[in-house]
């Protein structure tokens, strides 16, 4: 399956259901690997459990939304090995130090080089891809386009990429 989302504050089209989509995924079926690479990146809101509708993820802690950072943290803690590729800039800053404040298992690798026009986060059967920072800007008010493909060879051949340009073929 392959959707392809054009967002933006204009079209009214957002990336939220996706991306929940993806971090639910991830946390009811761990995988080996989960890899977020973004230029800029910001703890943004990515699970809405206000409602308690996914009560049975989260154990006993009271319905309340995620932000990226929290949802990585227990991804990570379900035994999968969360990749952060990204830049080191002051945008990124409060992100990553409440990344490395919540979890010592996410691994964060700082690339200057980093192209701005690259941003994934992939694991399991599943990848989106596009134009779209992980920020607030990137998810509900910039002109984006985002492709997510659920099966298919996408998501493993990019886990094998990453892994070989990020850690030398691991």
Request: with cysteine; glycine share 8%.
């Amino acid at each position: 399956m392959e959707r392809k989302i054009r967002t933006g504050e204009h079209t009214g089209v957002k990336v939220d259901s996706v991306l929940a989509a993806a971090m639910l995924a991830a946390l009811i079926a761990p995988d080996n690997h989960l890899w977020l690479v973004s230029p800029w990146i910001t703890d943004v809101q990515v699970l809405d459990n206000s409602d308690g509708a996914y009560d049975s993820l989260f154990g006993g802690t009271p319905p309340q939304s995620y932000r990226l950072s929290e949802t990585l943290n227990r991804i990570a803690a379900n035994g999968t090995r969360v990749h952060v590729v990204t830049r080191a800039v002051p945008h990124n800053d409060d992100f990553l130090r409440r990344l490395h404040r919540t979890s010592s298992d996410i691994e964060i690798h700082i690339d200057e080089d980093l192209n701005i026009h690259e941003k994934t986060l992939c694991a399991g059967e599943w990848i989106i891809d596009g134009s779209m920072n992980f920020t607030i800007r990137g998810m509900a008010k910039n002109d984006e386009s985002v492709t997510y493909k659920v099966g298919g060879v996408a998501a493993a051949q990019a886990r094998l990429d990453l892994s070989a340009r990020w850690e030398g073929g691991a």
